[in-house]
Structures are given as structure tokens and as C-alpha cells.
């Protein structure tokens, strides 16, 4: 029950910033913007010490941890790869106009014989 108080306050931590951005509209961007990081900043702060606050910070270090594991390629393969799939979509695009004016040629000359005149 605690939890849920301490994430309701959070939210309305949050909207008081958002809030505080519309009713401060006289006064300078830059502190209305500060008044919108202080209340998000706030309720962060206030959502990460309850229970699901805890577990998310454990899942986001686990996931840092993970992302370090993955065996990232190299500019050489990243650029031969991406040469493929450019090479692909050429051919692709090819093939597809060509069935396209095939089907066109067939249906509008051969069948319905609209581009006699």
C-alpha cells in the first residue's frame, strides 16, 4: 500500500512540473523547462525508492550487463551488410517494376485493348 502512495506522489511530482511549465508562462523558457526537470527529477526520485522502483533499477543494471555481452560487428561488416540490403532493394525495385509493366501490358493492351486508338 505504501508503494502505491509513494508512485501516486511520484505522478504528482510529474504533473506539478508539467503544471508548472503552463502557469509559469511569463517567465523565461529556461526556467520553465527547469520547473518541468525538477518535478520529473522529483518523481523519480520518489518512484525509485519503492519496491517496483528497486527492481527496475536490478532489471536496468542486468540489462547494461547484457548489452556489454553482445559481440558487436565491425564497420566492415557493418557497411558489406548494408551494401547487401541496398543491393537487394535494387533488385528488388527492378523486378517489381517489370512485373508491374508486364501485368499492365497484358491486361490494358493484350485483354482490354485500351491502348489501341
Avoid: C, N
Avoid at 508562462?25 to 526520485?45: E, I, K
Avoid at 548494408?82 to 501485368?103: E, P
Amino acid at each position: 500500500m505504501a508503494d502505491k502512495i509513494k508512485f501516486a506522489l511520484a505522478l504528482l511530482l510529474v504533473a506539478a512540473g508539467v503544471a508548472g511549465f503552463y502557469l509559469l508562462s511569463a517567465q523565461p523558457t529556461v526556467l520553465r523547462v527547469l520547473v518541468v526537470l525538477a518535478g520529473v527529477a522529483a518523481g523519480v526520485a520518489v518512484a525509485w525508492v519503492t519496491e517496483p522502483g528497486r527492481r527496475f533499477a536490478v532489471f536496468a543494471a542486468d540489462a547494461v550487463t547484457e548489452v556489454k555481452k553482445v559481440v558487436w560487428p565491425t564497420r566492415k561488416e557493418t557497411l558489406q551488410t548494408t551494401g547487401i540490403v541496398f543491393a537487394f532493394v535494387v533488385v528488388m525495385a527492378i523486378f517489381l517494376w517489370v512485373a508491374d509493366k508486364s501485368l499492365e501490358w497484358a491486361l490494358y493492351d493484350l485483354i482490354l485493348g485500351w491502348r489501341h486508338s
